[in-house]
């Protein structure tokens, strides 16, 4: 990921391509993605597995842009999706319906059929509700769903509250215990073709132990359940593989595959993956524009044109992303303590404090790194500013894969009522 943004001649750049040229011609704040940083983190993934690596279903989540979606298609990937819309924007871009996962705790009726149409690989069944609803809706259609039953193993991952997902707390999933008396309930249902387990303990998991953990759990359960006749044939692992928002090392991928290698390698399973930040976090920066470096005697704020409403993990999370500006400081160049912060009109609206970077103007431009990931899908129209775009590069080319989108059309699909529409609107 090194070699996606760098400095080049002063500038940093997005592989070939310097993000000031972006930055000017389309103004900020823009989200760029580095089309080969996301080929080189699939690749890495699959070559860790050779000669037999599992199927990838990216998480669409972390990224739904057309474009992201279709370059990680053309590579093989699948889509791990959890709404309708999100299979809509997987076919959309190219990826067989033969690839495609569904999870979520919530699947509602049209979509359920919806997957059904489609002729997903498979539904990531939540809880005994939901296998009864889907089981319904199948038979009426004259199909059969084909089922992995996501088990909650009671493991902590070691990662933030609030994308901490395999708790016994947590809404996701069926209860380790409850799970071979609900697999043969979905064997014995109409409608339904169970094919094995499933299981996301969380996000951002860099230590092996709590993926060592609950795999085990779930290679336990794939025994059982095969000692009871119940077929077994496929294990859906999930995602949750860390990535570098600082100085923090690298994910293992070596260690990674030979844990999973040697835990399934008597039970001849066919093994699913579903990275989604792991795959485009690092891949993607957000530039925003300085408005103005705002001093006192207390503190020092670097005034940019993004905030919350184009990237708000550091609001939600808590999270801190690099801030680098776009040209290259020199050898020797000051560097002061400022809190980065946005427009926004919220005392949330901050991105960190105590950067160090060199003095700023107005009208410079900066980077935040590693945002490819939960950045412009949890972005809004908060406080009615434009909304970013979004660019892809590929060496030398870069395109415009959604464009910015200003306050008129934020607000053209909204209505004054009649009775409203005489008292001064335009």
């Known amino acids: 990921m090194e070699q996606a943004f760098s400095y080049r001649a002063g500038a940093l750049c997005c592989e070939e391509v310097p993000l000031v040229a972006i930055a000017d011609t389309l103004g900020t704040p823009v989200y760029v993605y580095s089309a080969n940083a996301i080929r080189a983190r699939y690749r890495a993934l699959v070559d860790a597995f050779a000669p037999t690596p599992p199927l990838v279903c990216y998480a669409v989540k972390a990224n739904h842009n057309l474009a992201v979606i279709r370059t990680l ?3 093989g990937a699948g889509a791990d999706t959890v709404s309708g819309g999100e299979i809509l924007r997987a076919r959309r871009a190219g990826v067989p319906a033969e690839k495609i996962v569904f999870a979520g705790v919530a699947k509602t009726d049209g979509e359920i059929r919806l997957a ?3 002729g997903i690989l498979q539904f990531n069944v939540e809880s005994v509700q939901e296998l009864e609803r889907i089981a319904a809706i199948a038979a009426a259609a004259g199909r059969e769903a084909p089922v992995a039953l996501r088990i909650n193993p009671d493991v902590a991952a070691a990662t933030h509250e609030k994308i901490s997902t395999g708790r016994k707390g947590d809404k996701f999933g069926i209860a380790f215990g409850e799970a071979v008396e609900v697999y043969a309930r979905a064997a014995a249902l109409p409608g339904i073709r169970p094919l094995g387990l499933h299981l996301h303990i969380g996000s951002q998991i860099g230590d092996l132990a709590p993926f060592e953990a609950a795999y085990r759990r779930a290679v336990e359960l794939v025994r059982t359940l095969r000692a009871r006749g119940l077929p ?3 294990l859906d692992l999930g995602g949750g593989l860390a990535v570098r928002y600082g100085a923090e090392p690298p994910f293992d991928l070596s260690a990674f595959a030979a844990l999973i290698r040697g835990l399934t390698r008597d039970f001849h399973l066919e093994l699913v993956l579903e990275p989604g930040r792991f795959l485009v976090a690092e891949a993607g920066v957000l530039l925003a524009s300085v408005i103005y470096l705002k001093e006192s005697a207390e503190r020092r704020f670097l005034v940019l044109d993004a905030g919350m409403n184009a990237l708000v993990r550091p609001a939600m999370y808590g999270a801190r992303h690099a801030v680098l500006p776009l040209r290259e400081p020199e050898d020797g160049e000051p560097r002061l303590a400022m809190d980065v912060v946005g427009p ?8 960190g404090r105590d950067y160090r970077l060199p003095r700023l103007s107005p009208g410079d431009h900066v980077a935040f790194l590693t945002a490819g990931a939960y950045g412009m899908v949890m972005a809004s129209d908060y406080n009615s500013r ?5 660019v892809l590069v590929d060496g030398v080319r870069w395109a415009v894969v959604r464009p910015r989108r200003d306050p008129e059309e934020q607000f053209r699909d909204e209505r004054i009522p009649a009775w409203l529409a005489g008292d001064g609107a335009r």
């Open 73 to 75: 298609a053309a590579m």
């Open 116 to 118: 059904l149409a489609e």
């Open 232 to 234: 077994v044939h496929r």
């Open 344 to 351: 926004i009109c919220e005392s949330s609206d901050l991105f």
């Open 386 to 390: 434009p909304s970013p775009a979004e």
